[in-house]
């Protein structure tokens, strides 16, 4: 393909860059471009094209290819963190920490508003956690599809790391939900009597045994799960947009996502 050419996303045949359709197949090359850097979903749509993706992932896949965009993949990880962060905030609740520290606000005689420090500490996982785990995670989410997408392209992938990023933004949806169910089965687990929150030993003993338990297990086993169907979407989407054949679409994906499963579920879950 020449600098007086591009390449159709349709059929891949080279066409000229003065053309708007392309000749051989009929498809809208100028209606493509307009879409892939002017598409801003809102909110109702975001969840429309969530909810598409996961019932008609080829079809969807094809729009996702046309109509990137980032807004759906932040959402996610945004659900994703602040349900992580929870989950922490409902880890240091079962294992019974006790803040005795209290402030009062107001005349302690009349009116006034006692606050503790574990209802501050609430606030804190509920307001401050989500989003540094949001900026950690974005960070390592914008430098993994990088890498992803670079593998993808030395094994044949016609896809831009942007429409990559727009297929893997919605893919770790079934994550996000799997950390949901995280919290109900963090809840279910053992509880401890740590008390004073300065009792490290005590506190990093009981998270051991609380991750030892049958429920956390099956919770491992399920984020497993969770991440193998996010695994088969995302490849579902390279393929189609990238134009791979099912083998090389399914190892752009699986390499690096299975290595980070293993050293954050299976090492941590098994001790290998």
């Known amino acids: 393909m020449s600098e007086n050419t591009q390449k159709c996303p349709s059929c891949t045949e080279s066409v000229p860059l003065e053309y708007s359709v392309c000749p051989f197949c009929g498809f809208g090359l100028l209606e493509y471009e307009l879409k892939k850097f002017a598409f801003k979903p809102k909110l109702k749509e975001v969840f429309i094209r969530l909810y598409n993706f996961f019932r008609h992932p080829f079809k969807t896949s094809e729009e996702f290819g046309v109509a990137t965009e980032s807004k759906g993949g932040n959402l996610i990880l945004l659900i994703f963190s602040l349900f992580l962060s929870l989950r922490f ?68 992938s016609d896809a831009s790391t942007k429409q990559f990023r727009t297929i893997v933004g919605y893919s770790i949806a079934p994550v996000a939900i799997g950390e949901l169910l995280g919290i109900i089965f963090t809840l279910l687990g053992p509880s401890g009597n740590v008390g004073s929150p300065d009792n490290f030993q005590q506190f990093a003993t009981y998270v051991l045994n609380l991750y030892d338990s049958i429920w956390m297990t099956i919770f491992s086993v399920i984020m497993i799960i969770m991440w193998i169907i996010m695994i088969v979407y995302a490849t579902i989407g390279l393929r189609t947009v990238g134009r791979m054949s099912w083998i090389t679409a399914a190892l752009a994906i699986a390499l690096p996502i299975g290595l980070f499963v293993f050293f954050f579920y299976v090492y941590g879950m098994f001790g290998i």
């Open 89 to 156: 905030y409902v880890v240091m609740f079962k294992a019974g920490l006790q803040y005795s520290f209290l402030i009062v606000l107001g005349n302690p005689e009349r009116f006034h508003i006692n606050i503790t420090i574990g209802l501050i500490l609430f606030f804190v996982t509920l307001l401050l956690l989500p989003l540094m785990i949001w900026i950690i995670y974005k960070l390592l989410f914008a430098l993994g599809t990088w890498i992803i997408s670079k593998i993808a392209a030395m094994l044949g």
